[in-house]
């Protein structure tokens, strides 16, 4: 049996997915390989180029096939450019091939996690419709929640993924919005089920999962850290910029926050620390603080935030540069990220039928390829 995890675009959620899945499906057969055939965010390990997800999965799952044969094809700076003046269709071809063969060999199921959306890699050859077909495998789809957007975009997919002859095995809608759920369950399965699409899960959008930690903030921005090393696993929560009195900043400071804000600003960093150690609640609100603006507070403000043991980062960049950046960036899951790799493995038994994707599974017995 094979699976390809594609999705109707970047970031919708295919590792997720496929960690989910992973975990469920471990349960109902003796041995589940998995690979990323081809993989654009790599690490370099041992003079090879491994895509994170396959360093992620094969580190949570303690799978034993070769991270390079997992990984067969990483896409690296410049490669676009070289495969169009060098076409080299059949040897990258060939390296899946192969890699498919050494996975499924003595597995009951193949998981093949995908790289955005169905047309994504054309260019070289490699879209994640001809991978699929590549490596005979039907695709679940992964969609982000709504009504209108998702089910267009899933036809839109499913139409390249028809035109290459592979079958749409059916489709997760994630990261729904919780006071949306029922009416976006309700309507997704109705419009889909009517297009024959089966909706194999409805999962909810659980802040946790998207929300970084302090740590992963700091390697983001290359920060300096001041203070609070044993608190940089603490999730970030949402952004409060220091750029307002603070008898209105007061009012930013009811969850779970990081402070974005010039150094100069001491009055908005004593109000969110004394707010923070006199509120009367369980939760520390105030969750770090990033001094922007190559501007330190002074030294005693300095000493007080050290006692308290939030995280302190100073940055170069202006206040508005720090907070663009960590807006736009996408924060990988990462193996030692337990909390967050247990609430995925809820999530996917608990909204995904496992049982119907067992089920559509078996009918896809493995073949040569």
């Not at 295919?14 to 993989?39: C, D, F, Q």
């Not at 990033?290 to 100073?314: D, V, W």
């Amino acid at each position: 049996m094979r699976a390809y995890i594609g999705a109707t675009r970047q970031n919708d959620g295919k590792t997720v997915i496929s960690l989910g899945l992973m975990h469920a499906l471990r349960k109902r057969v003796k041995s589940i390989g998995y690979m990323k055939p081809v993989g654009q965010q790599f690490i370099n390990i041992n003079g090879e180029k491994i895509d994170k997800d396959v360093v992620l999965l094969a580190n949570i799952y303690n799978l034993k096939d070769k991270l390079s044969i997992m990984s067969p094809v990483a896409i690296p700076r410049g490669f676009t450019e070289d495969y169009i003046n060098h076409p080299g269709r059949k040897q990258l071809r060939n390296k899946i091939i192969k890699s498919f063969h050494t996975i499924a060999r003595d597995k009951d199921i193949v998981l093949i996690e995908g790289t955005g959306h169905a047309g994504v890699g054309s260019v070289f050859d490699l879209s994640n419709a001809k991978v699929a077909k590549i490596c005979r495998a039907k695709v679940i789809m992964v969609s982000l929640g709504g009504i209108g957007r998702p089910i267009d975009e899933i036809l839109l997919n499913k139409a390249m993924f028809d035109k290459k002859g592979v079958e749409i095995l059916g489709v997760i809608i994630n990261k729904v919005r919780k006071d949306k759920f029922d009416k976006v369950n309700t309507l997704v399965r109705k419009s889909l089920h009517a297009r024959g699409i089966e909706v194999l899960g409805v999962i909810p959008f659980v802040p946790i999962l998207s929300t970084p930690t302090m740590g992963e903030i700091l390697r983001a921005i290359g920060g300096s850290l001041i203070s609070g090393e044993k608190r940089l696993g603490v999730q970030a929560g949402r952004y409060v910029i220091g750029a307002m009195p603070p008898s209105t900043a007061f009012d930013y400071f009811n969850k779970r926050y990081l402070l974005i804000t010039p150094g100069n600003r001491e009055d908005i960093i004593l109000a969110a620390i004394s707010h923070s150690l006199a509120d009367d609640t369980t939760e520390v609100l105030l969750t770090g603080i990033i001094i922007t603006g190559k501007i330190m507070p002074h030294q005693n403000i300095l000493n007080l935030i050290r006692k308290t043991g939030f995280p302190l980062i100073a940055v170069d960049n202006d206040t508005y540069t720090v907070t663009s950046k960590i807006t736009n960036l996408t924060f990988k899951i990462k193996p030692e990220d337990r909390t967050k790799v247990f609430e995925i493995q809820s999530l996917v038994e608990r909204y995904v039928d496992i049982d119907k994707t067992f089920s559509l599974l078996q009918r896809n017995k493995l073949r040569t390829v």
